[in-house]
């Protein structure tokens, strides 16, 4: 099966600057996640969707970074303006909901490499 | 909320022997504890992941172990290869996944041939 696909690999953009990623998951996955990581941690839940509602955004920092999944597939997420502290890979994942009778995995994209100077 | 700890940032072994990485958490309702393996500039993969109805799960040459009681987990890699080194993230879950992941900070893994 394809994999989770996100664009655009890399992106270097000056602070106070906007810019938007986007994310098309695993065909037939419900669920789909926004992570931020910072060089030398782990990621980090930014916004998490089922189907096309916001089930957690509670880490998202809501003055500047926001996230859509409209039609309940895709996903964009959108800085504006950017700042220094923005630098990081966005990694966007995407999971079949399953019952509590079983785990799940998460199928984690390429990522997006994003520079602010 | 949810934290996990991670030990050790950074491990180096010989090949052939074993390594260890550790994680606690500090959710008692955490009950989903998945491994990630990241290699440098690539994507997140899950390599083992354990649920809180068992305390340990094989899969070759990794094993899971994990004490709800104490809250810990530990993933334990035998007979290491040059293939291994890349950095491995523990996470934690409720809901048997169905809510977020909270990531630990990661463990280096280098393996000297």
């Known amino acids: 099966e394809a994999g989770v696909a996100q664009s655009p690999r890399y992106k270097i953009i000056e602070k106070r600057q906007s810019v938007a990623f986007w994310c098309n998951p695993i065909?037939?996955?419900?669920?789909l996640y926004w992570y931020q990581q910072i060089l030398g941690q782990g990621p980090k839940l930014l916004i998490q969707?089922?189907?096309?509602?916001?089930?957690?955004d509670s880490q998202l920092p809501k003055d500047r970074f926001s996230a859509e999944r409209l039609k309940g597939v895709d996903s964009t997420l959108k800085i504006q303006p950017a700042k220094l502290e923005d630098s990081a890979v966005y990694l966007c994942?995407?999971?079949?909901?399953?019952?509590?009778?079983?785990?799940?995995?998460?199928?984690f994209g390429p990522g997006t490499r994003l520079t602010v100077t | 909320g949810e934290n996990v700890e991670q030990h050790p940032s950074t491990l180096s072994v010989q090949e052939g022997d074993s390594a260890v990485i550790k994680c606690t958490y500090s959710d008692s309702a955490s009950n989903y504890f998945p491994w990630y393996k990241q290699e440098l500039g690539k994507r997140p993969q899950l390599i083992i992941d354990?649920?809180?109805?068992?305390g340990e799960k094989k899969d070759q040459r990794i094993a899971v172990t994990l004490n709800k009681t104490a809250k810990h987990f530990s993933l334990h890699i035998t007979e290491t290869q040059p293939e291994d080194s890349a950095v491995y993230f523990c996470?934690?879950?409720?809901?048997?996944?169905?809510?977020?992941?909270?990531f630990g900070t990661g463990t280096r893994l280098t393996i000297i041939p």
């Open positions: 996470a934690a879950s409720r809901n048997f996944g169905n809510e977020k992941l909270t």
């Open positions: 065909s037939g996955h419900a669920t």
């Open positions: 354990i649920r809180s109805n068992v």
């Open positions: 994942a995407s999971s079949l909901v399953r019952g509590t009778s079983g785990g799940y995995e998460q199928y």
């Open positions: 969707f089922q189907n096309n509602g916001v089930v957690d």
